[in-house]
């Protein structure tokens, strides 16, 4: 459990702070840069050191913005603010198409461009993804869990810790994440967005991995959505990672329509 005090330390740098979560390991606040009052998202995490350093290597429209600032601990990690909601918490609407892909297509883009870097961001989901007016408003957050397949040195050296409504079935076995389970990600998120449910559903946490590790995820129907764009998404949730599209030929399939 993390400590929900704003550390003393961090006070001459950052003003009014303000929590907006507490979660298993990590606390955001949200401040004033003591210099220009910019708003910021102030993240202490055991992982900070690796979050910050993938968001370092990366520069999207559609991906949360490092702000570098001089002598910070190696426990913070600071992101300009996001004034939106995340797409967990806009629940509770069913997509139209305009919708879906207006949500889909960005987000689509962002996973192209970690994977371009050489990167795994490892934790998509429905909380990690907050969602702004426009397409340039949807930004994709939390790297906490990202990595650098093939460099094990810039890897954060967690295994498998993902989201479980969206964990993917080699992970829930305890593999580190591949991009193929970033795809697989991005299709339990997209079902989401479509139904307004997760693929798999459960009372725990294991029991919604044991779910993606044993069982097909169920096709996607949706009125709102066509023949296509369903079986996109079904090719996403396939088992086999060598079965499911490249984010490339997602990104390519959502342009189209
Ligand atoms: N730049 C930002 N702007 C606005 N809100 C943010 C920003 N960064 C994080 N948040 C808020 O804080 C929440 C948690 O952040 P994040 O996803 O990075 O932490 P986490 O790694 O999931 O935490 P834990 O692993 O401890 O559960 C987000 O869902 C979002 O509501
Ligand atoms: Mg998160």
Redesign the pocket.
Known sequence: MPNLEFPRHLEKTFAEPRL??S????C?WMCKNGDNHDKL?V?L?PSALAETRALQRIEHENI?ELVKLPTLPPNVVV????EAP?LWTARGFQASLARFTEVLRPLAAAIAAVHKAGMVHGDICP??I?IGQEATGLKL??F?LAHFPGQPEQSTGQRSRGTPITISPECAAGNLATPASDVYSLGCTAYFLATGQPPHTGRTSIEICYKHLKLPCPPLKSDGLSNKLCTLVDQMLLRDPQDRPTIAEVAAELEVG
């Open positions: 907006v979560w979660g298993q390991r990590s955001v998202a993240k995490s949360v992101t300009r603010w996001i995340s909380d990690n907050l957050i939390d906490e």
